[in-house]
């Protein structure tokens, strides 16, 4: 497994899609080896001590039986940073990789290029090494960067290559996209495919892939136990909650256009925008400019229990995307007893009944909704009820089951 | 002896327009749409049944016969869209042989949350039929065969009525059969005509499925189950939505083939015969009383009111839409009246309808909205523009 992200490192959907799917393939008892890229030495949280005698290249533990972890030296990071603390948080995790890397062995010593195509080379090259040293029946990549990568594992041990896109470059950059990333992604993408119905139709489209080739395959939604709000969603204003990167992916900006709309009909609702990315300035300043700067908070990015507060304070959780393949944090809103507002542009929409969807661009249907929410606590409530006993079926297990039939099917097509 | 009583039920609403909470016009309605339906059904099934059924009756002089419950939104929107319908059941009740029942003008559960308003729509639709068709109803129907006790109380109350119609499942007959009359308690006149389901789905429901056991079904073969009835039962009670000639089952299923055989086929034997709902009533005694407490209705397969009122959305929009009856009829303006009475049609609440997983088919089939979140909200917004061109009329103070 070609992945990304591992707690406690995780930052992102793509990060926590390859860790829920593992550890369910774990849990169906997959002998899985996740090479993961990291730019810093991993370090364990307390009680999970590096076992004696293994060095840095080799194998962690990871409290799973089935699941080896296998750190390579490696800047690659899943998300582009945008112009703000995720970014210098970025650069100055590249600098420490830097010294890290140039401090161990020679084995290890990485020289990477000043570019993302001589680090996605570079990576595709130390996963070549690793995978001399390793016994598998199959590779699977998530997303182009790591595509390369599979492809020359494959070629090399004669192994089926399975890819996962959970992003498309139509879905990062819209109609602008990167010539050299589109040409990986189809590349990596004539092999097998799993996805979401709609990044399927993408793929379909817009990468030539025969259809019989692209399998879907939903993500699933993680239940820990604490799932009922604990503060009381009580107080005159209500609340409506943007969370996730703020970029153009994401659609902020019509989920700004949108509050104004709604503030027209209404006083006492408050917006929230939680998250980091490249818009994160225009977002600010176009929420100043509608003239509703101060019915608009900007959280930047939250972890743990900051998400979990921010959910509990939530009468509305939005996702407005403008292209969005899944979109798990729906699903998470629901797990937190928050109903949901999607757009129509994802995959969780064509997937899911329990959920208000609507066009990202149509404000006006969008700020419609918002007040019905707000305003009829049967709505909210239906929602609430019915929509977590949905989300309650996006079982990881059953993502993993799937994956499992693909790869049985692509054995059997070598 | 066995009488054949068809039923038929006739009926569109009126489909709201997408209606956001910015809107602010008093046109709730997507006339487009409506005219477009009622176009189309007309063409698809109530000019060539009503045609077909007009041939049969004067083919058989007299022997064959039928009855209808046409809402009176339906019938304000044929006189729009499609008048020649309105023709052909002129027609039709000229022919001596077709009987009108009486319903709520607005095809509306209003009975559940205004017993004043019921008795207003009944009456305006039982005038309605003797405005239409010459006839006053002797025989009352409710929206979707929503029946109890209290209902037949308040039915022979308003008066004029020598029966009432209601499903016959198997919950509220218990051992007993469909196939006779009955009567409801504490009433003294008002005879009950109870659906046979069996016979009456084996047309409207399972006619064209090709994995049914008795797929195809012919008209010599379904005068055969009715014959079976002679010896232990009256009558045999066909209650069917009439959108199934040439709607549901298109007309290349060969339901309009079987249409044309069936009278022949069941007055082939000596006994049978057919009627309308009013000489079932005349005809037959009472054998017995059903008690029916709860709710009943000819909808899915919970015979319950379920798919207008199972929700918490459907339950807050009926509730609205009725605490707004004071304000309406103190305001005095017969369009908001109107309007508001438009809104009480069933199939409004029917698209709030979140039981998908099992009746999924027929609801979805009858659905204007993508969800019924949607249909809510639309909904709500209407009620709410109403509300507040109420208020702006009522009197100082009243409001």
């Known amino acids: ?414 | 002896m066995a009488s054949v009583c068809f039923y038929f039920q006739v009926h569109q609403p009126y489909r709201l327009r997408h209606y956001t909470i910015f809107d602010t016009g008093n046109d709730y309605f997507d006339n487009h749409k409506n005219a477009e339906i009622c176009r189309k059904v007309a063409k698809k099934c109530y000019l060539p049944a009503n045609r077909l059924f007009l041939d049969l009756i004067r083919q058989h002089g007299g022997r064959f016969k039928i009855s209808y419950s046409v809402t009176g939104i339906l019938l304000e929107q044929l006189r729009e869209y499609a008048p020649k319908v309105l023709d052909s059941f002129h027609e039709l009740a000229d022919t001596g042989c077709v009987e009108f029942l009486a319903e709520t003008y607005y095809h509306s559960l209003s009975y559940l949350y205004s017993p004043r308003e019921f008795a207003e729509q009944v009456e305006a639709h039982r005038q309605l039929m003797y405005d239409l068709f010459g006839q006053t109803p002797r025989v009352f129907r409710n929206t979707e065969l929503i029946y109890n006790n209290s209902i037949a109380q308040a039915v022979e109350r308003i008066g004029g009525f020598d029966a009432i119609l209601a499903e016959g499942a198997d919950h509220i007959l218990g051992y007993r059969s469909p196939n006779y009359v009955y009567r409801p308690p504490n009433c003294s006149k008002l005879k009950l005509l109870l659906k046979n389901y069996r016979l009456s789905d084996d047309i409207a429901f399972r006619f064209s499925n090709r994995g049914w056991s008795e797929w195809p079904l012919g008209a010599d073969k379904f005068a055969q189950w009715v014959n079976t009835v002679n010896g232990n039962g009256y009558v045999v009670n066909l209650f069917i939505d009439y959108e199934t000639f040439g709607e549901h089952q298109w007309e290349d299923t060969g339901i309009f083939e079987f249409l044309r055989h069936l009278p022949i086929e069941i007055l082939k034997h000596p006994d049978n015969d057919f009627k309308t709902p009013s000489e079932v009533a005349d005809a037959y005694e009472a054998v017995d009383v059903v008690d029916v407490p709860y709710y009943v209705s000819w909808a899915d397969i919970e015979r319950d009111l379920s798919a207008w009122l199972g929700n918490a959305m459907q339950h807050s929009a009926i509730r609205e839409l009725y605490r707004l009856e004071s304000i309406i009829k103190a305001a005095g303006d017969p369009e908001i009246l109107h309007h508001w009475r438009q809104l009480q049609t069933s199939d409004h609440l029917y698209y709030m309808c979140t039981k998908w997983f099992a009746d999924g088919d027929v609801h979805k089939y009858f659905n204007p909205y993508d969800s019924p979140y949607d249909s809510y909200i639309n909904y709500m917004n209407i009620l709410d523009n109403l509300r507040v061109r109420c208020s702006a009329l009522a009197p100082a103070g009243a409001a």
């Open chain 1, 1 to 414: 497994m070609l992945g990304w992200e591992f707690p406690p490192f995780i930052s992102g959907g793509l990060g926590t899609a390859c860790y829920g799917l593992t550890k369910a393939m774990d849990r169906l008892g997959m002998p899985v080896t996740f090479v993961l890229p990291r730019a810093m030495p991993i370090r364990f949280a307390a009680g999970e001590e590096l076992p004696s005698g293994m060095e840095m290249s080799e194998y962690y533990q990871t409290g799973m039986r089935h699941v080896r972890l296998r750190p390579i030296p490696s800047t690659l990071v899943p998300y582009r940073p945008g112009e703000s603390y995720g970014g210098a948080q970025w650069r100055h995790a590249k600098s420490q990789a830097g010294s890290a890397l140039l401090e161990g062995p020679e084995s290890q010593r990485a020289i990477y290029g000043p570019d993302i195509r001589a680090e996605v080379h570079r990576y595709a090259l130390q996963v070549m090494k690793v995978a001399e040293s390793e016994e598998f029946d199959v590779i699977h990549a998530h997303d182009w960067m790591t595509f390369p990568a599979g492809i020359a594992v494959a070629t090399m041990r004669g192994k089926p290559l399975v890819v996962q896109v959970h992003s498309t470059e139509f879905d990062r950059s819209g109609e602008h996209v990167n010539q050299y990333v589109y040409d990986i992604e189809r590349q990596g993408m004539h092999a097998a495919t799993l996805v979401s119905n709609y990044t399927r139709n993408i793929i379909i489209n817009r990468y030539g892939v025969p259809p019989e080739k692209v399998e879907v395959v939903y993500n699933g939604v993680e239940f820990n136990g604490h799932t009922e709000a604990s503060v009381p969603r009580a107080g005159p204003d209500k609340t409506v909650l943007f969370l996730g990167r703020v970029t153009m992916q994401k659609g902020p900006e019509y989920f700004l256009f949108a509050a104004k709309r709604v503030l027209e009909k209404m006083s006492n609702v408050k917006f929230v925008m939680a998250g980091d990315g490249d818009m994160l300035y225009r977002s600010i300043e176009l929420a100043a400019n509608l003239g509703i700067g101060h019915k608009v908070f900007f959280t930047r990015f939250l972890r743990g229990d900051d998400v979990d507060r921010a959910y509990q304070m939530a009468d509305l959780y939005v996702m407005p995307s403008v292209s969005e393949p899944f979109g798990i944090a729906p699903l998470e809103a629901l797990q937190h007893n928050v109903p949901v507002l999607v757009s129509k542009t994802s995959g969780i929409a064509e997937a899911f009944r329990n959920a208000l969807k609507v066009d990202f661009w149509d404000i006006n249907e969008m700020a419609n909704k918002m007040v019905a929410v707000l305003r009829y606590p049967p709505l909210q409530e239906m929602l609430r009820i019915e929509g977590r006993k949905e989300a309650l079926r996006f079982r990881w297990e059953d993502s993993a089951a799937r994956v499992s039939e693909i790869y049985q099917r692509a054995m059997s097509i070598m």
